[in-house]
């Protein structure tokens, strides 16, 4: 039996390929909201970054999450971000 295939995804910030489990999904759903999604099962479209403080800083910096939704992102979204990971 061959080995459970592992599914992989790319940072926005980084660009690196980690483990889907490893990353957090940020969603934006039909309605054009922008969630934290925890379980990676929310419809909608998704972005996914990884945990390390410099991708975290630049995420914010370079407001990545305005360009890879085509849409307005609010700060509390990036804070929400920052929280979750404990980035100062």
């Known amino acids: 039996m061959p ?7 790319t940072c926005i ?5 980690k483990p ?5 999904r940020i969603v934006r759903s039909a309605q054009g ?12 479209r998704g ?6 403080e410099a991708c975290i800083k630049k995420l914010r910096k370079y407001r990545l999450l305005n360009k890879t939704f085509s849409a307005d ?3 509390e979204v990036y804070a929400a971000i920052e929280e979750e990971f404990g980035a100062k």
Not at 13 to 17: I, L, N, P, V, W
Not at 47 to 52: D, T
Request: charged share 35%; proline share 8%; with cysteine.
């Open 20 to 24: 889907k489990k490893e990353m957090l």
């Open 3 to 9: 080995p459970k295939k592992i599914p992989v995804r």
């Open 47 to 52: 972005a996914y970054v990884c945990g390390s």
């Open 73 to 75: 992102v609010g700060e």
């Open 13 to 17: 910030a980084c660009r690196e390929e």
């Open 33 to 44: 909201e922008i969630r934290l999604d925890f379980s990676g099962k929310l419809p909608g």
